[in-house]
């Protein structure tokens, strides 16, 4: 993959005896979707750090002397520790190098940057953020879905359904979630979802309210479920959806069925 930008613009970066590390937003996972800034830091890269929902085709952006890292985290799948990815960026920047940690989506919108951003920061490490374009906003929108429409929602909620295995920190209130008026956005959620569902109706959520469910969104492979919430694990389990997906709860889900086959043609189930 070849990207049609001016090669000839650089990155500004003033190399130095510590080095620096740039936080890259990917996008939702089109790698076409990279915004200009980040793509010149890929290109001037020495260290990229990446993770498993970033478009691999970025890596053919990247010098060839580049050294690539792997630290994708998967679901019920042993991978590195934040603190462990904390430990190489520094590292990495105390050899002198530039270094772009490149994350899917926002490094900022539950990307763990913050984390990175005050590790390095206790090192002593330059640290810039590039954003990124976040699949809370991209991956609704691929599908036909506005996330916000007069007359049906003027507010957003994004939310994370992953919830830290060691009990760890706040619980998400879906009851409070479940009162009417906006558009929810879960990140995450695919495995939670039958859980999530139950709460959000015992909150009060009507059963008919339109929901859907993105998997693989803004990719070639991308489908789209919509049911109402009531029958939304239902229609998501008959038709394999599985992570990564994005889940759309609120009137604005209803709005897929009539958008996404003027937009896409990608594949959509009911």
Known sequence: MSILIDKQKSYSYAENETGKVVLVGAGPGDPELITLKGLRALRKADVVVYDRLVGLELLDEVPARALKVFVGKEAGRCSLKQEEINALLINYGRQ??????????????FGRGGE??????????????????????????????????????SSVTIVTGHQRQDGDGQEVDWEQLARPGGTLVILMGVESLPRICQRLLAG???????????????????????APLARLVDSVRE?????????VIGAVAALADILNPLLSGMTHSR
């Open 96 to 109: 002198g190098k530039f270094v772009v940690r490149l994350k899917g989506g926002d490094p900022f919108v």
């Open 239 to 247: 038709a394999g959806i599985k992570a990564p997906a994005v889940i």
């Open 204 to 226: 009060g959520l009507a059963p008919a309210t339109p929901a859907a469910v993105v998997q693989q969104g803004t990719l070639p492979d991308q489908r789209v479920v919509t």
């Open 116 to 153: 990175e951003v005050l590790a390095l920061a206790a090192e002593g490490i330059p640290c810039e953020v590039i954003p990124g374009i976040s699949s809370a906003m991209a991956v609704p929108a691929s599908a036909g879905i506005p996330v916000t429409q007069r007359g049906l929602a």
